[in-house]
């Protein structure tokens, strides 16, 4: 019995996507062996965060890098390092920011659930842009003018998160702020696929940013990269780990740390709330090399055959059937199926019959008022393709 038959606990057909409520993206057996073999030794944690730092800066091509407890554990840890520097006092007072420096600057259309990261660790965020465009009542996103009007001498840091449609580019906004010595924090959780933006937003100039491990890259749910400049990512990964240790016997892997620039041992910092483990790290590890070993064409055609089984199948249903991104080995390849005019209301009826049935199939629910429902072949188990069609079109069959 599997364990969550042993709990009662019933599964899900996921065509939803790598979501966190639904637990994430699928794992490799070889992801899951690396944990197993990770969680029979002890090892220094420090030294298996160096060597992580030099895979992850071989691969995105920053400075450095560390593995963390997921994006958002990567942005408090990001504002973090942004706020204190190298300095342990600093470190040690956080989240209190009372009459430090403590301003981050991010473009009003950026803003999202995900930012109280940044200002958990004690930032202030300080709105900037008019997105009249987002209202539908004008034209424009955030301009790059209105960023660069913000700074003084209390910023720390510019936040912008990736793959938002209403810009400014990323390069002009860090040309704006490293004119003011400032660094760039971007969130890219769920930048994956293509595999090019492993790399992409660090040659663009970030100085830290931050991707999902449970997502599309394929390692533990509760896991993320957080790769940029080396001063950065020190700090970061002091804040991070375990400091418990005594003066005298602490011999940090120089790869991370270099002890000479510290003013003394800092304390546990904000980030130990967010610790990883070895086991974490291991499969993290694992599966961002599976990752970059597949390769966007691979990737795409594996899914693909997923998304083409789900559309033509459904074509049955004699409604609009589509197949998304399947000409661009960069997109996720997902079949949507789109209720005709009037008829909108049918594609929530349809989700909540799904979601309710025996088995639950969780769909993609975003556009469902525009009467579309999405299906994302990621978290899809051999044969599953096959029971949603049949459970669609027995829905189709059965509706008055
Ligand atoms: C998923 C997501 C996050 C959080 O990532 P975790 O790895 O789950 O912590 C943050 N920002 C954005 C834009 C995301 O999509």
Redesign the pocket.
């Known amino acids: 019995m599997t364990f969550y038959a042993e709990c009662g606990v019933p599964t899900v057909i996921n065509a939803a996507g790598t979501l ?1 409520r639904l637990g994430g993206g699928p794992m490799r057996a070889e992801v899951s062996e690396a944990m197993t073999a990770a969680a029979q030794s002890s090892v220094d944690l420090v030294s298996l965060q160096a060597h992580a730092s030099e895979v992850i800066a071989g691969i995105t091509g920053a400075e450095a890098g560390i593995v963390t407890a ?4 990567g942005l408090l840890l990001s504002a973090a390092a942004c706020l204190t520097g190298l300095d342990p006092a600093r470190m040690s007072r956080l989240p209190d920011t009372a009459g430090m420096a403590k301003e981050i600057i991010v473009a009003r259309d950026h803003r ?1 659930g ?1 930012d109280h990261a940044l200002r958990a660790a004690g930032a202030r965020f300080v709105e900037v842009g008019l997105p009249d465009r987002s209202a539908k009542a004008g034209l424009r996103g955030t301009e790059s003018w209105e960023i660069a009007a913000a700074f003084n001498e209390r910023t720390v840091a510019v936040f912008y ?1 990736a793959g938002c449609d209403s810009g400014p580019a990323l390069a002009g906004v860090v040309d704006i702020a490293h004119a003011h010595s400032v660094p760039v924090i971007v ?1 890219a ?2 930048q994956l696929p293509p595999q090019s933006n492993l790399v992409r937003f660090i040659e663009e100039g970030a100085d830290l940013v931050a991707f ?4 599309a890259i394929g390692g533990p749910q509760a896991s ?1 990269i957080l790769c940029g400049t080396r001063d950065l990512i020190m700090a970061a990964a002091l804040q991070q780990m375990d400091l418990d240790v005594i003066d005298e016997l602490w011999e940090p892997s120089a790869v991370l740390i270099d002890r000479n620039r510290l003013a003394g041992v800092p304390r546990h910092g904000i980030g130990r709330s967010c610790k990883v483990g070895k086991e974490e790290i291991a499969g993290l590890l694992t599966a961002l090399q599976l990752f970059v070993a597949e390769g966007d064409e691979n990737r795409h055609a594996r899914w693909l055959a997923d998304s083409r089984i789900l559309a033509s199948g459904l074509a049955a249903a004699k409604i609009e059937v589509s197949l998304l991104g399947a000409d661009t080995v960069e997109a996720i390849p997902k079949a949507a199926l789109q209720f005709p005019r009037g008829r909108e209301s049918a594609a929530i009826d349809l989700i909540r019959a799904l979601q309710d049935g025996e088995p639950s199939i969780a769909v993609d629910a975003t556009d469902h008022s525009r009467g579309i429902v999405v299906f994302n072949p990621i978290c899809l188990k051999p044969g599953e393709a096959e029971t949603i069609v049949r459970t669609v079109l027995q829905w189709m069959l059965d509706r008055p």
């Open positions: 966190t997921g994006a958002s554990a999202n995900y998160v969130d959780a769920a999902s491990g449970g997502k993320g």
